[in-house]
């Protein structure tokens, strides 16, 4: 089955600097990757996601970058704010052969602290 | 919409115990899954259904059952509780696989924080 690999665990920055989360797969037939953001004691809420037909995507302060060839996806938080602060997950899906249902296998999450 | 539910908010339970955990959707999503959270950790899929009357297992299985009578719910029954299953419980579901193949947005419940004793 699919493993997804998150780096770094932790991650520290101070308010305005640029953070990058890195996320490595292994199913090739993995085509959907999302990134969801997780406060303290709260749901996942997904931020971003991309699909493999393009290699990049962008809203606002966040980007997705994916390199299907290297089998990893990147995000990429620019000019930080404190209220950035959360627990960052990747995660991936593929619908090889329609029968994967949209069942993600996620990262181990990064923590990212944006400090003022 | 309210979107994802789940119930109870928290819950403690001593070993051998059995509880069922409710979750509920009002977006007419054929697909629900069901994942588990370890402090530190990342979501771990446990039981997923296609639509009414259609479960199947996902990575972390043992220990649960589900069912899906009708598209909005999707409860996650705990026979003999264990320690391990100490873990917070997120419901989610999605609409189906879109005609490009791809994955549609997984929306996710508050959660359940379960503690076996």
């Known amino acids: 089955g699919e493993n997804v690999e998150q780096h770094p665990s932790t991650l520290s920055v101070q308010e305005g600097d640029s953070a990058v989360i890195k996320c490595t797969y292994s199913?090739?037939?993995?085509?959907?990757f999302p990134w969801y953001k997780q406060e303290l004691g709260k749901r996942p809420q997904l931020i971003i996601d991309?699909?493999?037909?393009?290699g990049e995507k962008k809203d606002q302060r966040i980007a997705v970058t994916l390199n299907k060839t290297a089998k990893h996806f990147s995000l990429h938080i620019t000019e930080t704010q404190p209220e950035d602060s959360a627990v960052y997950f990747c995660?991936?899906?593929?619908?090889?052969?329609?029968?994967?249902?949209?069942?993600?296998?996620f990262g181990q999450g990064t923590i990212l602290t944006v400090h003022p | 919409n309210a979107g994802v539910t789940q119930t109870p908010k928290f819950r403690i339970l001593k070993i051998g115990q059995s509880m069922t955990l409710q979750c509920a959707q009002d977006?007419?999503?054929?697909?629900m899954y069901w994942y588990r959270q370890d402090p530190g950790m990342g979501l771990k899929l446990i039981y997923y259904?296609?639509?009414?009357?259609?479960?199947d297992k996902g990575e972390v299985p043992n220990g649960y059952n589900v069912s899906r009578s009708t598209t909005e719910d999707f409860p996650l029954r705990l026979e003999l509780a264990a320690p391990s299953q100490t873990s917070v419980y997120f419901c989610?579901?999605?609409?189906?696989?879109?005609?490009?193949?791809?994955?549609?947005?997984?929306?996710f419940g508050p959660g359940t924080r379960l503690t076996v004793l």
């Open positions: 977006m007419n999503h054929n697909y």
């Open positions: 259904s296609v639509g009414a009357g259609i479960t």
């Open positions: 989610a579901s999605s609409d189906q696989v879109g005609t490009s193949g791809y994955t549609d947005t997984q929306y």
């Open positions: 991309i699909r493999s037909n393009v």
């Open positions: 995660a991936a899906s593929s619908t090889a052969g329609g029968t994967s249902y949209g069942k993600l296998t």
């Open positions: 199913d090739s037939a993995s085509n959907y």
